[in-house]
């Protein structure tokens, strides 16, 4: 059992930042892969951005590639999703979880956190 929990949602202005954290109860997150997966209402999960347990793969959905970077410290317990130059197509509820490899599925991950609101204005 890993127990997630997100931090650093909130409300930005278009063009602007957040940066959301994903802190985990156990030592044994650093043998996980960390997915940011997002969700509006009405709509599916999708996938956001992955990082492998050792930190160094990560992928980017293609509409966040270029604004997003994520990252972690594992000494720490700790996923991070920097976001920059944010659109209101980025309004949604963000997810952490974690998985055995950085995969783009949200079925394929096995633990969750309870999400954070992301809002972002005109």
């Known amino acids: 059992q890993v127990d997630l929990v997100e931090s650093g949602g909130g409300l930005a202005q278009t063009g602007g930042s957040l940066r959301l954290s994903c802190a985990a109860s156990q030592r044994t997150f650093s043998d996980y892969a960390v997915g940011w997966f997002r969700q509006a209402p009405g709509k599916e999960r999708e996938f956001v951005a992955t990082i492998s347990d050792s930190g160094v793969e990560t992928y980017y959905a293609r509409y966040v590639k270029g604004r997003f970077t994520i990252s972690r410290d594992n000494a720490a317990n700790m996923g991070y999703l920097q976001m920059n130059n944010l659109n209101a197509e980025d309004t949604a509820v963000y997810f952490c979880?974690?998985?055995?490899?950085?995969?783009?599925?949200?079925?394929?991950?096995?633990?969750w956190g309870q999400g954070t609101q992301v809002t972002v204005s005109s």
């Open positions: 979880g974690v998985a055995a490899r950085p995969y783009a599925g949200p079925e394929l991950y096995d633990y």
